[in-house]
T-cell receptor, first 112, second 117 residues
């Protein structure tokens, strides 16, 4: 019941920008888009989140389309340590709590 | 059924004191996570328990932080000698599995709001 769809895998050359797309066509007006990543056998790591404006932090940039139906996570200079599964998540409010539905994500492999 | 519960819901403490935060996961969930969330920020992963495996402690910010999970169910997060920068909402989540091909749904508790004066 994930609300987002992502390609299952991508490769990126080391030092190049990695552009990870995500579709969230059923997103509601007040729902944020979150990106997390998970390196093998570790817990999820927060990357960035946004509502409608583009966002940038020390890890990545997030570009959200004007209709908010899709977004792209950009890692400007990918390194080998960026190899991980990247999850695009819409936070769902349910019965007074929040549920983060982690879909299958995109397995990014950074190649030397 | 019951969701994830956490206690206390709010905790105010003085700098230097120890605090214990409790999490009761959904019955039958093998995976349990602790996160913290500072105001306006995303979730910062702290620690992850999966079944009887050794926990992933890679997110713990310092050795003042520790957590245990007894009997594969209830978990306690302990912060020793609290500092003002420890003030945040501490969230616990559980899931039925981790890394399945269908993805993972984490169910979060309401959190504990910790304020260190």
């Amino acid at each position: 019941d994930a609300k987002t769809t992502q390609p299952p895998s991508m490769d990126c050359a080391e030092g190049r920008a990695a552009n990870l797309p995500c579709n969230h066509s059923t997103i509601s007006g007040n729902e944020y888009v979150y990106w997390y990543r998970q390196i093998h056998s570790q817990g999820p790591q927060y990357i960035i989140h946004g509502l409608k404006n583009n966002e940038t932090n020390e890890m990545a940039s997030l570009i959200i389309t004007e209709d908010r139906k899709s977004s792209t996570l950009i890692l400007p200079h990918a390194t080998l340590r960026d190899t991980a599964v990247y999850y695009c998540i819409v936070r769902v409010a349910e019965l007074g709590t929040y549920k983060y539905i982690f879909g299958t994500g995109t397995r990014l492999k950074v190649l030397a | 059924g019951a969701g994830v519960s956490q206690s206390p819901s709010n905790k105010v403490t003085e700098k230097g004191k120890d605090v214990e935060l409790r999490c009761d996961p959904i019955s039958g969930h093998t995976a349990l996570y602790w996160y913290r969330q500072s105001l306006g920020q995303g979730l910062e992963f702290l620690i992850y328990f999966q079944g009887n495996s050794a926990p992933d402690k890679s997110g713990l910010p310092s050795d003042r932080f520790s957590a245990e999970r007894t009997g594969g169910s209830v978990s306690t997060l302990t912060i020793q000698r609290t500092q003002q920068e420890d003030s945040a909402v501490y969230l616990c989540a559980s899931s039925s599995t981790m890394g399945s091909t269908r993805g993972v749904t984490q169910y979060f508790g309401p959190g504990t709001r910790l304020l260190v004066l």
